[in-house]
Structure formats: C-alpha cells, structure tokens
C-alpha cells in the first residue's frame, strides 16, 4: 500500500505557471492518463527503485495504475475499494479506500479538498528549463514532508519530487499526459483476475 499512496501524487496535475494556476486546472481535470518512471530512493538503501508504468484516474476518486516494469502490477479503485494486483503471484490484496488516507492525497488526487486548503505555497526556483514550485503540508499527514513541482518554461509538468518524514524521496518523470478522455466501461473495476488468490485485511 505504500507504493500506492507514494505514487498518488502524481494524479491530478496539469499545466501551470503559478500556484493559482494549478489550483484552478485543478478544478478542471474530470480524467487523466499519464505514461510515467518513477524513481524511488530509500535512505537505507545505495540504489533507487525505479518503475515504468501508465497511470490513469477519474475525478471522485476512481484510479488506475499499471506498473510494466521491473514487475507487472496492477493498483485500481473504484472509489471505494482499492485493489493491489501481482501478476508474479497472483495475488490481490483488497482494501477500503478509508483505510488508506492522507490529507495530501484527497486534496490533490480525490480532488475532495481545495488545493489551498491542504497545502501552502512556500517558494519557487528559477532553472534552465523553467520553474519549479515548492509545497508543504499545512496539515497533519503521516507520510509528506515537501513536495517539488517542477514545470517547463511553457508551463508543461515535467516531474514531481516528493519528499518524505522518513527520508524516502520519491521522483515522478511524466513521459505523456493526456487529460478529460472517456474512459472504458471496466477500466476503474475493482476485479481481481479468475483464480486469484484474494486477501482482504
């Protein structure tokens, strides 16, 4: 499950030249799909984890994350359920949704909470290649510290940079963005494949 609230950050941001920019793009994603690598580094560890995959969402809560590499996995909810997929041992881990919360996630991912509300805006850096914005919770949440959005000069997301309070740093790279598509009928099902072994906590 960390994997996936790691990686929810990545959900709902779009093209923005300032924090109120964001904030109002924000307003406007129904749905989102996205080719990513994700860059996990531990603190106790001398190489990142790094993950290829496609991610997609649905405003109100619904997700899909398909990991290709290093292995197959599958991360969807429906909103209310959440479903954690290993191809290698066919295994699905099923799970409520509100057993899995943060703050950061719902205002930035469910999109159930203003932007504003959960986050302050504490800084900007210029770069060669554009600008990236710095954010920190201002509300109690048991995994983020700061995060760093980085945008192109013509205001294209090119990765966020999530730091954690134990010392994890997670980079995302966007490789394709594609937002307010029609998504399939059974693209958000929570459905584990037929002979799956199933394991509800």
């Not at 990991?67 to 959440?82: N, T």
């Not at 990236?132 to 013509?154: A, G, M, Q, T």
Request: with cysteine.
């Amino acid at each position: 499950m960390k994997a996936f609230t790691l990686f929810l950050f990545l959900a709902c941001f779009a093209f923005s030249q300032t924090f109120e920019d964001l904030r109002k793009r924000l307003e406007d994603i129904k749905t989102l799909r996205v080719v990513f690598v994700q860059t996990v580094q531990y603190s106790w560890a001398s190489k990142p984890e790094v993950s290829k995959g496609i991610f997609y969402a649905q405003k109100g809560g619904r997700f899909r994350i398909e990991y290709e590499q290093p292995e197959k996995m599958l991360i969807v909810s429906d909103g209310f359920q959440v479903m954690v997929y290993s191809q290698k041992d066919r295994t699905a881990i099923i799970d409520r949704v509100d057993r899995n919360t943060s703050p950061v996630v719902e205002a930035l991912f469910l999109i159930s909470k203003p932007i504003s509300e959960v986050f302050d805006f504490i800084g900007e850096m210029e770069t060669s290649k554009g600008k990236v914005f710095i954010l920190k919770p201002k509300v109690k949440d048991n995994y983020f510290s700061r995060v760093f959005l980085e945008v192109s000069h013509r205001g294209e997301m090119k990765s966020i940079k999530v730091e954690e309070k134990e010392g994890i740093t997670t980079i995302i790279d966007f490789i394709s963005m594609f937002s307010n598509f029609t998504p399939s009928e059974n693209l958000f099902q929570v459905k584990a494949p037929e002979g799956s072994k199933i394991i509800k906590p």
